[in-house]
């Protein structure tokens, strides 16, 4: 088979975990694409620099331009600015202007991909989240199932994570499911949630579940308040879960930002769902049955991704 091709375009924190992972999982060659001049290329030639060690097989290249990505299997998407303040006014960006800025980046550069490489798969990291699936959406021409956000995978792997170390127990025989935006209207699903099948319910008390949906929700601020910057190796693990499940086909459900065509109700709207990802992207959107409480907030949390997505002005 003729060898795999991923591109990340922002080499930034998140980008360069990503092309990290990829390389020591051994999925496909990596293009990193950045606008800063010798960025990209550098992390490259570190990270090659690392192979003789680590034992990947792998080109691994860094660049300014899109030629190099012609052709790419997946590429993710990074690219983007956070919410910092302007050195000048010492002032935040407002949420609308946060949200036009990375509208017209993300835009840019889902146009250059959707050229070079216009079979691909594109997934979306950069925030807000939803909202920028929207865009990508828009700017690609893509049919839908191959424009899917990176989401679901880190919030339920957040959520996985907390109810492991609440129980000390192996991370690996925890399931749960998050659905929703990527937002603090998340919705962690205890209902769903088991350890090794037993229900969480029958292993955490009530108010220390609560708690740690709680923590989930706010998983990213928790970060932020921490180191300062918005967190990279979990958003990273999860778009790279996405890469595997694409390029290995292999059907996994993970849930993902996915655009709905009536699925739960929602039409036209990006929202996080459990989703069959294989080699044509999203193959399928699972239906789980939801009861009025769930059913409320996710619609709590598509209403908060609607009043981005009505900033974008499509
Ligand atoms: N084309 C290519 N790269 C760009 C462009 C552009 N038009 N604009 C910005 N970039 C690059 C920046 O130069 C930077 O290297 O995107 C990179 C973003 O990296 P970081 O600032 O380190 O941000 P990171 O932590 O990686 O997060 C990226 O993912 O999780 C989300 O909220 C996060 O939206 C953010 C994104």
Redesign the pocket.
């Known amino acids: 088979m003729a060898r795999r091709k991923v591109s990340v ?9 990503c092309a990290h992972w990829i390389a020591t999982r051994e999925l496909a060659d990596v293009v990193l ?4 001049e010798g ?2 290329q550098g992390k490259a030639l570190d990270l090659a620099q690392s192979a003789p060690v680590m034992k990947f097989d792998l080109n691994i290249i860094g660049t ?1 331009s899109y030629e190099e990505t012609a052709g790419s299997d997946v590429v993710i998407i ?6 910092k303040k302007d050195p000048v006014t010492g002032k935040y960006p407002s949420r609308d202007e946060l949200v036009k800025t ?1 509208q ?3 835009g ?2 889902t146009r ?1 991909v959707a050229q070079h490489s216009p079979n691909a798969i594109i997934i979306i ?5 939803d909202a ?1 699936c929207h865009v990508a959406l828009q700017e690609s021409g893509f049919p839908s199932e191959r424009v899917i956000g ?1 989401a679901g995978a ?1 919030d339920t792997a957040r959520y996985k994570a907390f109810i492991a170390m609440e129980l000390n127990v192996s991370v690996r025989d925890v399931h749960g499911i998050v659905l929703g935006g990527h937002g603090d209207q998340m919705v962690p699903l205890p209902r769903h949630t088991s350890v090794a099948g037993i229900p969480v319910r029958e292993l955490m008390a009530e108010d220390k579940l609560q708690a740690i949906i709680e923590r989930t929700r706010k998983g ?1 601020g928790e970060i932020v308040g921490l180191i300062g ?4 190796y979990a ?2 693990a999860g778009a790279v879960e996405m890469v595997e499940a694409i390029i290995r086909d292999q059907k996994r459900i993970i849930p993902s930002a996915v655009l709905l065509n009536g699925e739960y109700g929602y039409n036209d709207l990006y929202i996080g769902v459990p989703a069959v990802l294989g080699a044509k992207g999203v193959e399928k959107v699972i239906e789980m049955e939801l009861n009025d409480e769930e059913k409320g907030m996710l619609e709590i949390s598509a209403e908060a991704v609607r009043s981005v997505v009505g900033i974008l002005g499509y």
């Open positions: 375009i922002g080499a930034g924190n998140v980008g360069a975990t694409v950045d606008i800063v960025l990209p300014n990074t690219a983007g600015v956070p919410r990375n017209k980046i993300v840019e550069v250059q990291v950069s925030n807000p989240l920028m990176q880190l990213g910057v918005s967190a990279w958003p990273a």
